[in-house]
Structures are given as C-alpha cells and as structure tokens.
C-alpha cells in the first residue's frame, strides 16, 4: 500500500509524496536546522518542525487517501487525450492523490493514471435492455459516479390494449454518455426497473426526482 507524508502547516493540510516529507524532515535535521526553532519526533513517523519564521510543520507518514468514486475491482475506461481508450478494472486505491490504478485488461499490466481520465464502465446490467434509437427530444446532463449522460425526457408508456398477449413497454427514459459537448457509445434507456446501484437505476430515479 502507498504511503504518503500528511503535512500540515499553520493548520493546512496537504498530502506530498514520501519522499517529499523526509527530504524536510532530513533538512530540518541537517542542513536546514539553522531555520529551525524546535523539531520533537513523536514517532518513527511522526514528527513536528518549529520554524524560526513561525511556521509550524506537522508531519505524519499515513496510508494514501483512496481517490474518491472508484472502488478496488471496478470497471473502467481510460481515454487520455489523443490515445486510443482502453477498458480495465481498478487494481487498487491507495495511490498518489489524484491517481487511480488501473489493470488493463488487453495486457494485464497495472498503470496509474490521474483520475480525470478514469471513468466508471456500464457493467451488462446497465445495457440489458439494449440499445435504441434517439429520437432527437431535447437533452440534459445528468452525472452518476463521475460520468456525464445526456438523459432524454421521459418516454410515456402506452396504453395498456385489452386482450393483448405482449409487454408493454413501461416509461422510460434513453441515455447515452458525454464528454466534452460530445456524445458517444451505445444508446440505452433506463426506467423504474433497472437495479439499484446501476447507472440506469440512478439516472431514473434523479429524472424524477426532478
């Protein structure tokens, strides 16, 4: 698991790399202790610096922050700007803030990759009712787990027919990703009886929550 320094400064926290926080910690030791008033280490990994100018430095080596959206084994895609997208799974979490690594599943190989290029995959339970014709109504946005969807309006269910032997289609609602003003992939609709905790079900349920 990826370890990182938690700095905080005059009450303002940032997280920096390992290697970030014991160069300060050595600096404060050595070359720069001239600067420093006081320096405690209260662990093997915990330290306080007392600078001359008045800052107060706290460092605490912790477990990277888990960027946030992404689950370890969750579907992804990675498109980076002007390469080819690819799809892969979340091989785990705790990275650099900001980053997120992915197993490509065309190599199997694991890479980290900042986050802005990472989106959440539809899994088959989200297109099982397969693709359909947009019929052009006008669109809003709608974003689940950090995905844009250009959502139409609510497509009304028929009438029911007396004495008819097929479904009738129940109301719904056609979605489609976006990016950038762009849209692409498949068409798919979602309604009341897509599952919950699919992005169908969540585009659904925030159509008309209004």
């Known amino acids: 698991m990826t370890k990182l320094y938690k700095r905080t400064e005059n009450g303002v926290t940032a997280f920096v790399s390992k ?3 014991l160069d300060e910690i050595n600096h404060a030791q050595m070359d720069g202790k001239r600067a420093v008033h006081t320096m405690s280490s209260i662990t093997r990994t915990d330290y306080d610096i007392e600078y001359k100018d008045g800052r107060s430095v706290r460092l605490v080596l912790v477990d990277a922050p888990a960027p946030e959206g992404f689950t370890q084994g969750q579907p992804v895609v990675v498109q980076h700007p002007g390469r080819p997208s690819f799809t892969g799974t979340v091989a785990h979490i705790h990275t650099a803030p900001g980053y997120v690594a992915v197993r490509d599943d065309r190599r199997g190989d694991v890479i980290t990759h900042p986050t802005r290029f990472v989106s959440p995959a539809e899994t088959e339970e989200e297109s099982e009712a397969g693709p359909k014709a ?18 139409s309006p609510i497509h009304p269910a028929p009438p029911w027919t007396v004495g008819a032997t097929s479904g009738v289609t129940p109301a719904h609602v056609d979605y489609w990703s976006e990016r950038n003003g762009k849209t692409f992939g498949a068409t798919r609709s979602a309604n009341g009886d897509a599952k919950p905790g699919t992005v169908g079900r969540a585009i659904w349920d925030a159509v008309n929550a209004g």
């Open 19 to 21: 290697r970030q926080g």
């Open 134 to 151: 947009w019929t052009g109504e006008p669109t809003r946005i709608i974003t689940v787990k950090g995905k844009r969807y250009a959502v």
